[in-house]
């Protein structure tokens, strides 16, 4: 969690200093790996850059791949999965493993969530809920456990796969 925290205020301070230096994703990406511990190498900032450009938080390694591709960088669908696993190891991504084998990452930035996501077009969204969160605090105090973490998923159909569902 310190870790985590360190980082997430790392990158608020980085993506601060370049809003005011302009658009120089290279060094905030480089930064970056450095305060994770791993080399700045090509295809890891690559990946870095693709994660924080895009407007979905979350991310298959086969949407990070397409996006590689779109804007023609040589990096490999394996290079990609070996990459993501380094980031989850470092602790600057996380790794969702959703029913049907739907894996997706998340820059690690920002508070704990949970994620509702829709099992026709795999949208995924995120929650904060405080009744939950304390319920589950609760739960384990009863159990006599110290809570270092926890995981929920909701599985459903969004509106808009509801519609085309309908006909509408
Ligand atoms: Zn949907
Ligand atoms: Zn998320």
Redesign the pocket.
Known sequence: MKLRSILTDNVAGLQRSARLAGRETMTISSNELRAAGLKSTLPRRKILEVMESRGTRHMSAEDIYRSLLESEEDVGLATVYRVLTQFEAAGLVAKHNFEGGHSVYELNQGEHHDHIL??????VEEFVDEVIEQRQHDIADKAGFAMTDHCLYIYG?????QKEEAGV
């Open positions: 829709c099992v026709k077009c795999g949208k159909i969004c509106a808009d796969c």
